[in-house]
């Protein structure tokens, strides 16, 4: 049998789907790894670093975002009451934005800036990155009791 300690980790890598699996994992892991979170659309993509005491995933949320978090999917994953247009993932995206995830790995573990508390946005079509600043959000239920 395992103990709780056998599932801790340094760090999480996380390229998921959803907000609501981001969101758990975010919850889960926050507070003893290092998040390193990508994800892509179409020609887009972002790398998002979340690291105690920076802001967290749940900082960057919207209330766009809140909303469309409880929009329901068929197994399938097709919307069941809105019209969403689906975008096929672009194998040169998906590289680069894993290549920024890893990277930024190898920048914490040499102790080097990182993207904690920000994100980094990738544009393919313009060739183009951006950096935003995530601030860690007074009422965000992550940060309850620091």
């Known amino acids: 049998e395992l103990s709780e300690e056998a599932f801790k980790t340094d760090f999480v890598f996380s390229c998921l789907d959803n907000l609501g699996a981001r969101l758990h994992v975010n919850a889960q892991a926050y507070h003893q790894s290092t ?6 659309f179409g020609f887009n993509g972002k790398v998002q670093v979340t690291k105690k005491p920076s802001a967290c995933f ?63 946005h990738y544009d393919g079509i313009a060739n183009s990155t951006r950096i935003f600043e995530v601030p860690k959000r007074k009422n965000c239920p992550v940060h309850e009791g620091e």
């Open 35 to 40: 998040i390193i979170d990508g994800g892509t």
């Open 58 to 120: 749940e900082c960057a949320m919207t209330k766009r975002d809140y909303t469309l978090l409880w929009k329901k999917y068929s197994c399938v994953g097709e919307p069941l009451d809105f019209l969403d247009p689906k975008m096929p993932a672009v194998s040169t995206t998906t590289s680069i934005i894993a290549a920024l995830q890893a990277n930024e790995l190898v920048k914490i573990v040499h102790e080097k800036p990182s993207l904690a508390g920000k994100y980094l």
